[in-house]
Protein backbone atom coordinates (compact mmCIF):
# COMPACT_ATOMS: atom_id res chain seq x y z
CA UNK A 1 0.00 0.00 0.00
CA UNK A 2 1.42 3.60 -0.60
CA UNK A 3 2.27 5.88 1.27
CA UNK A 4 -0.11 8.49 -0.37
CA UNK A 5 -3.14 6.05 0.09
CA UNK A 6 -2.35 5.47 3.60
CA UNK A 7 -2.68 9.36 3.94
CA UNK A 8 -6.03 9.54 2.44
CA UNK A 9 -7.28 6.68 4.57
CA UNK A 10 -5.95 8.18 7.79
CA UNK A 11 -9.14 9.57 10.26
CA UNK A 12 -6.28 12.30 11.25
CA UNK A 13 -6.61 16.06 9.17
CA UNK A 14 -2.61 16.18 9.51
CA UNK A 15 -2.39 12.90 7.81
CA UNK A 16 -4.47 13.70 4.83
CA UNK A 17 -2.62 16.83 4.02
CA UNK A 18 -5.50 19.17 4.68
CA UNK A 19 -4.08 22.56 4.77
CA UNK A 20 -4.21 24.30 8.57
CA UNK A 21 -4.83 20.97 10.09
CA UNK A 22 -2.95 20.70 13.90
CA UNK A 23 -2.07 17.43 14.81
CA UNK A 24 -4.27 14.94 16.30
CA UNK A 25 -7.29 16.78 15.39
CA UNK A 26 -9.69 14.24 13.25
CA UNK A 27 -12.21 17.43 11.77
CA UNK A 28 -11.06 20.73 10.23
CA UNK A 29 -12.21 23.68 11.79
CA UNK A 30 -13.92 24.75 8.80
CA UNK A 31 -16.09 21.72 8.85
CA UNK A 32 -16.59 22.10 12.80
CA UNK A 33 -18.30 25.55 11.15
CA UNK A 34 -19.83 24.69 8.75
CA UNK A 35 -21.68 22.25 10.58
CA UNK A 36 -22.43 24.24 13.32
CA UNK A 37 -23.71 27.13 10.88
CA UNK A 38 -25.92 24.34 9.19
CA UNK A 39 -27.38 22.65 12.23
CA UNK A 40 -27.94 26.10 13.51
CA UNK A 41 -30.00 27.04 10.51
CA UNK A 42 -32.07 23.64 10.88
CA UNK A 43 -32.90 24.46 14.44
CA UNK A 44 -33.95 27.80 13.38
CA UNK A 45 -36.03 27.33 10.68
CA UNK A 46 -37.88 24.38 12.49
CA UNK A 47 -38.69 26.87 14.53
CA UNK A 48 -40.92 28.59 12.08
CA UNK A 49 -41.70 25.68 10.25
CA UNK A 50 -43.56 23.01 12.77
CA UNK A 51 -45.96 25.87 14.24
CA UNK A 52 -47.10 26.65 10.59
CA UNK A 53 -47.68 23.42 9.82
CA UNK A 54 -49.47 22.89 12.96
CA UNK A 55 -51.91 26.15 12.14
CA UNK A 56 -52.16 24.60 8.62
CA UNK A 57 -53.33 20.42 9.48
CA UNK A 58 -54.59 21.02 13.24
CA UNK A 59 -58.31 21.77 11.85
CA UNK A 60 -57.57 18.32 9.89
CA UNK A 61 -57.25 15.92 13.28
CA UNK A 62 -59.47 18.38 15.26
CA UNK A 63 -63.05 16.30 16.16
CA UNK A 64 -65.96 18.49 16.20
CA UNK A 65 -68.57 16.79 17.76
CA UNK A 66 -72.28 16.99 16.39
CA UNK A 67 -75.15 18.72 18.18
CA UNK A 68 -78.40 19.35 16.89
CA UNK A 69 -79.97 22.05 18.25
CA UNK A 70 -84.11 22.53 18.04
CA UNK A 71 -85.34 24.79 15.64
CA UNK A 72 -88.90 24.61 16.13
CA UNK A 73 -92.10 22.62 15.27
CA UNK A 74 -92.65 21.87 11.45
CA UNK A 75 -95.92 23.91 10.88
CA UNK A 76 -93.57 26.96 11.69
CA UNK A 77 -92.07 26.60 8.41
CA UNK A 78 -92.89 27.18 4.54
CA UNK A 79 -91.13 26.17 1.40
CA UNK A 80 -91.74 29.73 0.10
CA UNK A 81 -89.77 32.04 3.02
CA UNK A 82 -86.84 31.98 5.20
CA UNK A 83 -87.69 31.94 9.25
CA UNK A 84 -84.57 33.37 10.97
CA UNK A 85 -83.99 31.26 14.21
CA UNK A 86 -81.14 31.38 16.59
CA UNK A 87 -79.88 28.43 17.50
CA UNK A 88 -76.87 26.89 19.63
CA UNK A 89 -73.87 26.62 17.13
CA UNK A 90 -71.89 25.94 19.94
CA UNK A 91 -72.56 24.34 23.48
CA UNK A 92 -71.17 25.25 26.95
CA UNK A 93 -70.06 28.65 25.82
CA UNK A 94 -73.61 30.26 26.68
CA UNK A 95 -74.33 33.73 24.20
CA UNK A 96 -71.27 33.52 22.32
CA UNK A 97 -72.11 30.16 21.05
CA UNK A 98 -75.45 31.19 19.29
CA UNK A 99 -75.75 32.21 16.04
CA UNK A 100 -78.82 33.33 13.21
CA UNK A 101 -79.91 30.35 10.51
CA UNK A 102 -82.57 30.99 8.08
CA UNK A 103 -85.00 27.97 7.85
CA UNK A 104 -87.59 26.95 5.34
CA UNK A 105 -89.27 23.44 3.91
CA UNK A 106 -87.65 21.76 1.42
CA UNK A 107 -89.20 22.82 -2.28
CA UNK A 108 -88.99 20.38 -4.75
CA UNK A 109 -89.30 23.10 -7.49
CA UNK A 110 -86.23 25.31 -6.48
CA UNK A 111 -84.51 22.60 -4.49
CA UNK A 112 -83.92 20.55 -7.53
CA UNK A 113 -80.01 19.67 -6.62
CA UNK A 114 -79.84 15.67 -5.81
CA UNK A 115 -77.93 16.76 -2.62
CA UNK A 116 -80.97 18.01 -1.68
CA UNK A 117 -83.67 15.06 -2.11
CA UNK A 118 -83.26 13.52 1.05
CA UNK A 119 -83.18 16.98 3.35
CA UNK A 120 -86.94 17.59 4.99
CA UNK A 121 -85.94 21.44 5.33
CA UNK A 122 -83.07 23.94 4.14
CA UNK A 123 -81.10 25.21 6.55
CA UNK A 124 -78.92 28.19 5.37
CA UNK A 125 -76.14 29.94 8.13
CA UNK A 126 -76.55 33.67 8.16
CA UNK A 127 -72.43 34.37 8.16
CA UNK A 128 -71.12 35.26 4.88
CA UNK A 129 -68.45 33.51 3.75
CA UNK A 130 -66.54 36.52 2.46
CA UNK A 131 -65.24 38.05 6.36
CA UNK A 132 -68.20 36.59 8.55
CA UNK A 133 -70.89 39.45 8.82
CA UNK A 134 -73.87 38.51 9.48
CA UNK A 135 -76.13 38.48 6.11
CA UNK A 136 -80.10 38.87 6.27
CA UNK A 137 -83.00 37.85 4.09
CA UNK A 138 -84.71 39.97 1.95
CA UNK A 139 -87.76 38.21 0.78
CA UNK A 140 -89.20 40.83 -1.39
CA UNK A 141 -85.86 40.62 -3.62
CA UNK A 142 -85.75 36.77 -2.97
CA UNK A 143 -82.21 37.28 -1.75
CA UNK A 144 -79.44 37.35 1.15
CA UNK A 145 -77.81 40.49 1.36
CA UNK A 146 -74.34 40.94 3.41
CA UNK A 147 -74.26 44.93 4.56
CA UNK A 148 -70.57 45.01 4.83
CA UNK A 149 -69.33 44.54 1.49
CA UNK A 150 -72.18 44.07 -0.75
CA UNK A 151 -72.41 40.16 -0.62
CA UNK A 152 -75.63 38.95 -2.70
CA UNK A 153 -76.92 35.47 -2.54
CA UNK A 154 -80.08 34.48 -4.07
CA UNK A 155 -82.64 32.00 -2.61
CA UNK A 156 -80.55 29.02 -2.86
CA UNK A 157 -77.70 30.58 -1.49
CA UNK A 158 -75.65 30.75 -4.21
CA UNK A 159 -73.35 34.08 -4.62
CA UNK A 160 -74.98 36.20 -7.50
CA UNK A 161 -72.31 39.56 -6.60
CA UNK A 162 -70.10 40.59 -4.16
CA UNK A 163 -66.72 39.56 -2.95
CA UNK A 164 -67.95 36.46 -1.21
CA UNK A 165 -65.87 33.34 -2.76
CA UNK A 166 -68.58 30.43 -2.61
CA UNK A 167 -71.82 30.01 -1.34
CA UNK A 168 -73.61 30.89 2.07
CA UNK A 169 -73.19 27.27 4.33
CA UNK A 170 -76.01 25.17 5.36
CA UNK A 171 -76.65 22.87 8.21
CA UNK A 172 -78.33 19.39 8.03
CA UNK A 173 -81.98 19.41 8.85
CA UNK A 174 -83.73 16.20 10.51
CA UNK A 175 -87.26 16.31 12.90
CA UNK A 176 -87.70 14.13 15.77
CA UNK A 177 -90.37 14.05 18.16
CA UNK A 178 -92.40 16.79 16.13
CA UNK A 179 -89.66 18.79 15.79
CA UNK A 180 -87.59 20.15 13.37
CA UNK A 181 -83.45 20.34 14.42
CA UNK A 182 -80.61 21.82 12.91
CA UNK A 183 -77.65 19.71 13.04
CA UNK A 184 -73.77 19.99 11.79
CA UNK A 185 -73.10 22.91 9.46
CA UNK A 186 -71.52 22.34 6.20
CA UNK A 187 -70.29 24.29 3.23
CA UNK A 188 -70.91 23.93 -0.52
CA UNK A 189 -69.24 24.85 -3.76
CA UNK A 190 -71.18 26.94 -6.72
CA UNK A 191 -72.84 23.38 -7.55
CA UNK A 192 -74.09 22.96 -3.92
CA UNK A 193 -71.75 19.78 -3.73
CA UNK A 194 -71.04 19.21 -0.26
CA UNK A 195 -67.93 20.10 1.43
CA UNK A 196 -66.54 19.57 5.37
CA UNK A 197 -66.55 23.27 7.32
CA UNK A 198 -64.71 25.20 5.42
CA UNK A 199 -64.07 29.67 7.13
CA UNK A 200 -64.95 32.60 5.38
CA UNK A 201 -62.45 33.48 2.67
CA UNK A 202 -62.01 30.21 1.46
CA UNK A 203 -63.38 29.14 -2.32
CA UNK A 204 -64.55 25.52 -2.97
CA UNK A 205 -64.36 25.58 -6.62
CA UNK A 206 -61.55 24.78 -8.83
CA UNK A 207 -58.37 24.33 -7.53
CA UNK A 208 -59.81 26.11 -4.00
CA UNK A 209 -61.42 23.06 -2.66
CA UNK A 210 -57.59 21.38 -2.63
CA UNK A 211 -55.68 24.69 -0.99
CA UNK A 212 -57.61 24.45 2.68
CA UNK A 213 -57.83 21.79 4.77
CA UNK A 214 -60.68 19.25 5.26
CA UNK A 215 -62.13 18.01 8.39
CA UNK A 216 -62.45 14.09 8.20
CA UNK A 217 -63.72 13.97 11.40
CA UNK A 218 -67.03 15.54 10.18
CA UNK A 219 -69.19 13.14 8.23
CA UNK A 220 -71.03 14.44 4.91
Wanted: include cysteine.
Amino acid sequence: MSDKHSNQQSRYTGDRLIPGSFAGETVTRRKFMSGTAQTAGAIAAAGFTLPALGFAFGPVFHEVPHHWSPAGPPEMFNEDNYVPIVITLTPGVGEVGKGLVYVRKHNPKIDTDPFDKNTPYIAISARCVHLGCDVRWVSAAQRFVCPCHGGTYNVLGIRVAGPPPRPLDRFFTRVTNNLVEIGPRFSVNDELRRFSPRDPGEPLDGIGQYLYPSRPSIRI
